[in-house]
């Protein structure tokens, strides 16, 4: 008789069970393609909540303000897979966790390409009050 794991097992974003995990999501079609609305919702959803936390975590307007456009200016003309590691760098300069759909959908450069330009974009417009 087989004796079963008390211990979980670890999923992740690259492992074979991903892109079932991001149709349930409904991040990815049944086709395997990204569904882009849903994603430019998603990644304006959190760069909001992004914008939020940074001014919370900065609580300086003129230091946070500052962060947000030296990302931004980093962020234009960067690669997709650079854009999308900016993002993630974001939320640890603040101390927190990437949220779980962008930790799932980052095992996919279609959808990581396309949830940090939806991010960098609404981030931007949120910014045209804030920053210089």
């Known amino acids: ?15 074979d069970s991903a892109g079932v995990r991001l149709r349930r999501m ?9 569904d882009q609305q849903r ?5 304006e959803v959190f760069a909001g909540q992004f914008f939020d936390d940074l001014y919370d975590f900065r609580q300086d307007a003129e230091t ?10 980093e962020a234009d003309g960067a690669t997709a ?21 962008v930790w799932w959908l980052s095992g996919n450069a ?10 960098v974009a609404h981030l931007r417009e949120l910014a045209k009050g804030v920053i210089q």
Request: net charge positive.
């Open 1 to 15: 008789m087989k004796k079963e794991s008390k211990t979980p097992r670890w999923h992740s974003p690259f492992d």
């Open 26 to 34: 409904g991040l990815l079609q049944e086709d395997g393609t990204p």
């Open 39 to 43: 994603i430019k919702v998603l990644g």
């Open 64 to 73: 946070a303000g500052k962060s947000l456009g030296d990302f931004l200016k």
């Open 81 to 101: 897979k650079y854009r999308f590691l900016l993002v993630c760098l974001q939320y640890d300069a603040i101390r927190r966790p990437l949220p779980d759909p």
């Open 110 to 119: 279609q959808l990581a390409d396309l949830f940090s330009a939806s991010f």
